[in-house]
């Protein structure tokens, strides 16, 4: 790659996209802290609210239990803390690749100039192709829903609907009906009862085995 391209490439790009991502993981950063500090402080202030704040002044609380649930939302609706990291490793990566090919180290070491600037051209629009996937995964992921809010904003678990189990009185694990073992007829090992001899006597049934 000749140096003029090359040169072209550092100020028009490589600067550019550096100094973009410098200043958007500052950015991330300060939002997520002043974000987090405030869900910090109101969810701490909460209860002593609850147990101070006379009656007639209930909307104090009420305001901050939505201001709670809000902040809550907006940390896991914008994913402050996952952008500020991808932000930062972006641009750090990029200015590796600078070091290393200033000292001709790592993966510039030993390679002739032409060959090493098309070597760091390649590297760095690797480096921001994979950042931009990072980016649209990071913007796709499913939003919490209103029960995943609430319950993450008062500290509880999220709520899971727990699946119907099968009765294993009445089925086995097939979903088939059992058959019960009948107590008249057989004993506790599962063995069936000799029946007594019966004999009809003047129109009536006498069992012969008591006889």
Not at 24 to 49: C, E, G, M
Not at 72 to 82: F, I, S
């Amino acid at each position: 790659m000749e140096e003029d391209v090359f040169s072209n490439f550092l100020t028009k790009r490589y600067n550019d996209q550096l100094q973009w991502f410098e200043a958007k993981a500052a950015a991330q950063k300060r939002r997520y802290h002043a974000l987090q500090t405030s869900v910090v402080v109101i969810s701490s202030s909460l209860p002593v609210l609850v147990t101070t704040v006379p009656v007639h002044m209930n909307w104090i609380t009420a305001t901050a239990s939505v201001l709670l649930a809000i902040g809550t939302a907006l940390l896991k609706m914008l994913h402050l803390p996952e952008a500020w990291i991808n932000y930062r490793d972006t641009a750090q990566c990029l200015r590796q690749e600078q070091s290393w090919m200033e000292f001709q180290t790592g993966v510039y070491a030993e390679i002739e100039p032409p060959a090493a600037r098309k070597k760091f051209v390649d590297r760095v629009e690797d480096i921001l192709s994979k950042e931009s996937g990072n980016w649209r995964s990071t913007a796709l992921a499913p939003l919490p829903n209103a029960s995943t809010i609430s319950n993450t904003a008062y500290g509880a678990p999220p709520y899971r609907q727990q699946q119907p189990q099968p009765r294993g009185d009445r089925q086995g694990s097939y979903g088939q009906q059992q058959q019960q073992p009948r107590g008249d007829r057989q004993g506790g090992n599962g063995q069936p009862q000799p029946q007594h001899p019966q004999a009809s006597v003047g129109g009536q049934d006498v069992d012969l085995g008591n006889v």
